[in-house]
């Protein structure tokens, strides 16, 4: 369920290693809205699912926070991002 941190970091270019640190965390915070809900979704207590619903959406917060750094420094994430989303929207006619 939890993705693999990068264990090696000395093999990556100096350039690199903010980068991998910044996926690294998205995938960490992928991860805990994943088992937030999930979590969620397994207990009857409404007051432990309300705090667990809440967490996942601070997660999403994380998210936009770690996201806005990675495209600070990676341009090529932010022109592929921009192709992805016109794909999408030629494929589904909008
Ligand atoms: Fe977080």
Do not use: C, W
């Amino acid at each position: 369920m939890f993705s693999k941190v990068p264990i090696n970091v000395s093999k990556l270019k100096k350039e690199e290693i903010d980068k991998e640190i910044l996926r690294a965390a998205l995938m960490a915070e992928l991860d805990a809205i994943n088992l937030y809900e999930q979590m969620a979704g397994m207990t009857d207590n409404k007051e432990v699912s309300s705090v667990l619903l809440d967490v996942a959406k601070e997660e999403k917060t994380h998210i936009g926070e770690f996201q806005t750094l990675l495209l600070e420094i990676d341009q090529e994430q932010v022109e592929e991002m921009e192709a992805g989303r016109e794909e999408v929207e030629e494929e589904l006619g909008k």
